[in-house]
């Protein structure tokens, strides 16, 4: 189930616009310490910019909105880029737009769309990603039944081979449209397989009878948790 998006990681973009200069930062956050802590840090790092406008969106539902427009005119900056963050789902992130003002004025709509789009340009390059929760179901297998999961793991619910996403599903990102049953997490190698076997919560039940189908029963369930995973 997916609860909501966010960043994949730490990332800034750059662009100029009539002479002034704006840079982008964003970053993923879990709380409202840690994107203080991160405007603060690009303040000082940039403490002879014209203006260091932060934005943050908080919150699985989005509960904290909050920016300021640092000097600019009011709900020119800050605002208008948490609207856009809103807007695209998008939470637990923090941006921060640096500008290095060239001498010519923007107006309202310009500075708008000037502190948006490179807010956009930031978030482009931190890349997006869905958080979404995810029952992880370990299993110890007899080396016998490897390759017959690995296939399962290679087609979506209706049976259809997707071997080109195979890579893709063994390191937990599940490609969107594909249908899958479940991805493999983790494999170790010991006696036996154990292999981590990844689903959405309420698919558990079919994998474990898939798995009892597959082994006749000999494979043995060693654990199952609920994780939140980033895909």
Request: charged residues 20%; neutral net charge; contains cysteine.
């Amino acid at each position: 189930m997916k609860l909501y998006s966010t960043v994949r990681g730490a990332a800034s973009a750059e662009q100029i616009i009539e002479k002034s200069r704006f840079i982008a930062y964003v970053a993923p956050v879990s709380d409202r310490e840690e994107a203080e802590a991160f405007i603060t840090s690009i303040r000082k790092k940039h403490k002879d910019a014209t203006h260091n406008v932060p934005a943050m969106v908080l919150g699985d539902k989005m509960q904290t909105q909050w920016a300021s427009d640092d000097g600019e005119p009011q709900g020119t900056s800050g605002a208008p880029i948490v609207q856009m963050l809103v807007a695209q789902g998008i939470t637990n992130v923090v941006v921060v737009v640096t500008r290095y003002f060239g001498g010519i004025k923007l107006g309202t709509g310009g500075l708008v769309r000037a502190y948006t789009s490179s807010a956009k340009l930031g978030l482009a390059a931190a890349g997006l990603c869905d958080v979404c929760e995810r029952n992880v179901l370990t299993y110890a297998l007899d080396y016998t039944y490897l390759a017959k999961l690995q296939n399962l793991a290679a087609q979506d619910a209706g049976g259809k081979n997707t071997a080109a996403d195979a890579g893709a599903r063994s390191s937990g990102d599940e490609p969107a449209g594909s249908g899958a049953l479940f991805t493999i997490e983790n494999l170790t190698y010991t006696d036996v397989v154990q292999a981590a076997l990844s689903c959405v919560p309420e698919r558990a039940d079919e994998v474990k009878n898939l798995i009892a189908n597959l082994t006749g029963g000999q494979g043995r369930l060693l654990g199952e948790e609920l994780r939140v995973v980033r895909v």
